[in-house]
Protein backbone atom coordinates (compact mmCIF):
# COMPACT_ATOMS: atom_id res chain seq x y z
CA UNK A 1 0.00 0.00 0.00
CA UNK A 2 0.90 3.49 -1.01
CA UNK A 3 2.11 5.76 2.23
CA UNK A 4 -0.74 8.45 2.66
CA UNK A 5 0.81 12.62 2.07
CA UNK A 6 -1.24 13.52 5.24
CA UNK A 7 -1.37 16.77 4.30
CA UNK A 8 -2.97 16.29 0.81
CA UNK A 9 -5.42 14.03 2.17
CA UNK A 10 -6.75 17.05 4.76
CA UNK A 11 -6.94 19.27 1.95
CA UNK A 12 -8.89 17.10 0.50
CA UNK A 13 -11.05 16.32 3.76
CA UNK A 14 -11.40 19.74 3.57
CA UNK A 15 -12.37 20.65 -0.16
CA UNK A 16 -14.91 18.01 0.76
CA UNK A 17 -16.26 20.14 4.18
CA UNK A 18 -15.84 23.28 1.70
CA UNK A 19 -18.97 21.44 -0.15
CA UNK A 20 -20.95 20.62 2.67
CA UNK A 21 -20.85 24.30 3.62
CA UNK A 22 -21.99 25.52 0.35
CA UNK A 23 -24.80 22.82 -0.12
CA UNK A 24 -25.54 23.97 3.66
CA UNK A 25 -25.92 27.74 2.58
CA UNK A 26 -28.86 26.91 0.49
CA UNK A 27 -30.38 24.88 2.94
CA UNK A 28 -32.91 22.60 1.24
CA UNK A 29 -33.73 19.30 2.09
CA UNK A 30 -32.10 17.79 -1.17
CA UNK A 31 -28.96 19.92 -0.94
CA UNK A 32 -28.61 18.67 3.02
CA UNK A 33 -28.94 15.30 1.91
CA UNK A 34 -26.42 15.86 -0.24
CA UNK A 35 -23.96 16.53 2.90
CA UNK A 36 -23.55 12.82 3.85
CA UNK A 37 -21.36 11.37 1.19
CA UNK A 38 -18.96 14.92 1.48
CA UNK A 39 -19.13 14.12 5.40
CA UNK A 40 -17.88 10.62 5.05
CA UNK A 41 -15.82 11.25 2.54
CA UNK A 42 -13.92 14.00 5.08
CA UNK A 43 -13.74 11.07 7.49
CA UNK A 44 -12.28 8.81 5.65
CA UNK A 45 -9.41 10.87 4.39
CA UNK A 46 -9.30 12.60 7.82
CA UNK A 47 -8.51 8.98 9.86
CA UNK A 48 -6.13 7.95 7.09
CA UNK A 49 -4.03 11.23 7.57
CA UNK A 50 -4.16 11.42 11.06
CA UNK A 51 -3.21 6.92 11.38
CA UNK A 52 -0.43 8.19 8.67
CA UNK A 53 0.85 10.90 11.13
CA UNK A 54 1.01 8.92 14.29
CA UNK A 55 2.83 6.05 12.23
CA UNK A 56 5.53 7.93 11.09
CA UNK A 57 5.45 10.23 13.93
CA UNK A 58 4.76 13.29 10.85
CA UNK A 59 4.00 16.77 11.81
CA UNK A 60 3.69 18.03 7.92
CA UNK A 61 0.03 17.85 8.08
CA UNK A 62 -0.29 20.09 11.19
CA UNK A 63 -1.00 23.25 9.05
CA UNK A 64 -3.30 21.40 7.18
CA UNK A 65 -5.20 19.93 9.94
CA UNK A 66 -5.58 23.81 11.00
CA UNK A 67 -7.16 24.58 8.27
CA UNK A 68 -9.30 21.35 8.15
CA UNK A 69 -10.50 22.42 11.69
CA UNK A 70 -10.98 26.10 10.88
CA UNK A 71 -13.59 24.76 8.00
CA UNK A 72 -15.02 22.07 10.06
CA UNK A 73 -16.22 24.90 12.76
CA UNK A 74 -18.07 27.31 9.67
CA UNK A 75 -19.68 23.67 9.02
CA UNK A 76 -20.73 23.32 12.25
CA UNK A 77 -21.79 27.21 12.79
CA UNK A 78 -24.03 26.91 9.37
CA UNK A 79 -25.42 23.66 10.67
CA UNK A 80 -26.55 24.96 14.14
CA UNK A 81 -27.87 28.40 12.80
CA UNK A 82 -29.93 26.30 10.40
CA UNK A 83 -31.58 23.91 13.06
CA UNK A 84 -32.58 27.31 14.80
CA UNK A 85 -34.09 28.76 11.81
CA UNK A 86 -35.92 25.90 10.80
CA UNK A 87 -36.76 25.47 14.51
CA UNK A 88 -38.04 29.09 14.77
CA UNK A 89 -40.25 28.81 11.24
CA UNK A 90 -41.95 25.70 12.50
CA UNK A 91 -42.87 27.65 15.61
CA UNK A 92 -44.32 30.33 13.30
CA UNK A 93 -46.07 28.15 10.72
CA UNK A 94 -47.61 25.78 13.15
CA UNK A 95 -50.44 28.14 15.32
CA UNK A 96 -50.94 29.67 11.61
CA UNK A 97 -51.98 26.03 9.64
CA UNK A 98 -54.31 25.54 12.53
CA UNK A 99 -55.80 28.09 12.42
CA UNK A 100 -56.55 27.83 8.40
CA UNK A 101 -54.67 30.97 7.88
CA UNK A 102 -53.89 31.24 4.00
CA UNK A 103 -51.78 34.24 2.70
CA UNK A 104 -53.85 34.28 -0.55
CA UNK A 105 -56.88 33.59 0.97
CA UNK A 106 -57.35 30.34 -0.66
CA UNK A 107 -58.91 27.08 0.99
CA UNK A 108 -57.30 26.08 4.15
CA UNK A 109 -53.54 24.87 4.19
CA UNK A 110 -53.23 20.48 4.81
CA UNK A 111 -53.40 20.93 9.06
CA UNK A 112 -49.22 19.72 9.76
CA UNK A 113 -49.19 15.92 11.07
CA UNK A 114 -48.83 16.03 15.31
CA UNK A 115 -47.50 19.00 16.74
CA UNK A 116 -44.37 17.91 17.87
CA UNK A 117 -40.74 19.09 16.11
CA UNK A 118 -37.75 17.23 17.23
CA UNK A 119 -34.57 18.10 16.38
CA UNK A 120 -31.48 15.63 17.54
CA UNK A 121 -28.13 17.27 17.91
Not at 101 to 118: D, H, I, M
Amino acid sequence: MQPTDAPASIGQARAALESVSRLMQVGSARDLDACRPHLEQAARLLARALAAMREREDATGWNALDRFRRELGKARVLHEHAGGFYGGLMRLLTPGSEAGYSPRGEEQLPRLAGRRVSMEA
